[in-house]
């Protein structure tokens, strides 16, 4: 078993990160992946399910590192949004008409 640091769910806050995976009490279920931000559905978690502590064999990530914001948007294609634009420009001929 890996030497494991006991983690107070107190610290537990929006956007903490560990330099390895968290996980539940028993040191098998991974609650937070190696790097990535806690959210608020963590936090929510970790208080309606009432638990006490974590484990991790890793440390605090402390900075400002906005590399891993948790949300990735896909681009529009160009055709998408001049599609929008004549949808807009239908309904405006169709007020006048």
């Known amino acids: 078993m890996k030497n494991f640091n006991k983690i107070s769910c107190d610290e537990i806050k929006v956007g903490v990160k560990f330099s390895a995976p968290v ?16 959210k608020q559905y963590h ?12 484990l991790s064999y890793g440390h605090v990530i402390t900075g400002n590192d906005e590399s891993d914001s948790g949300e990735l948007y896909e681009l529009e294609s160009l055709d998408e949004i001049e599609e929008l634009s004549d949808v807009d420009e239908i309904e405006a001929l169709e007020e006048i008409a």
């Open 23 to 38: 996980f539940f009490d028993d040191g098998e279920n991974m609650f937070l992946a190696e790097e990535k931000s806690a």
């Open 43 to 54: 936090v929510a978690a970790l208080a309606r399910w009432n638990i006490p502590y974590l």
